[in-house]
């Protein structure tokens, strides 16, 4: 059975730092598009950031400069950098992962979704 568990949420001042991390068990990263997701009260879930299977990356346009993503296949594991956070970065973030080789940037378009951990920035 496949699982992704994020990890590394929290509660932190404006302009800190927090690293998410995205756990996989039944299926091995290497192989997949990850990609990180958020959702804020009210608001629809929107795209963060996706790192391919060649490592390409791309970010949104709102958390450019500011969040790093990066993969450990050894461990399983993809990372979410957060740096500068803001009071509007505030929301459930998601990890979410595709055997397809193109960073898709809405969730439908990935198979396998986590549970979400909450971030929460104060100002």
């Known amino acids: 059975q496949v699982q992704l568990v994020e990890s590394g949420g929290g509660m932190v001042q404006a302009g800190g730092s927090l690293r998410l991390s995205c756990a996989a068990s039944?299926?091995?990263?290497?192989?997949?598009?990850v990609a990180w997701f958020r959702q804020a009260p009210g608001k629809e879930r929107e795209f963060v950031s996706a790192?391919?299977?060649?490592?390409?990356?791309t970010y949104a346009d709102s958390v450019k400069g500011r969040f790093t993503i990066s993969r450990d296949n050894a461990k399983n594991t993809v990372y979410l950098q957060m740096d500068s956070l803001k009071f509007e970065d505030t929301a459930v973030y998601y990890c979410?992962?595709?055997?397809?080789?193109?960073?898709?940037?809405?969730?439908?378009?990935?198979?396998?979704r986590g549970q979400g951990t909450q971030v929460t920035v104060s100002s």
């Open positions: 979410a992962a595709d055997p397809s080789a193109v960073p898709g940037r809405v969730p439908d378009w990935y198979y396998y």
């Open positions: 790192i391919t299977r060649s490592a390409g990356i």
């Open positions: 039944g299926l091995t990263f290497s192989g997949y598009t």
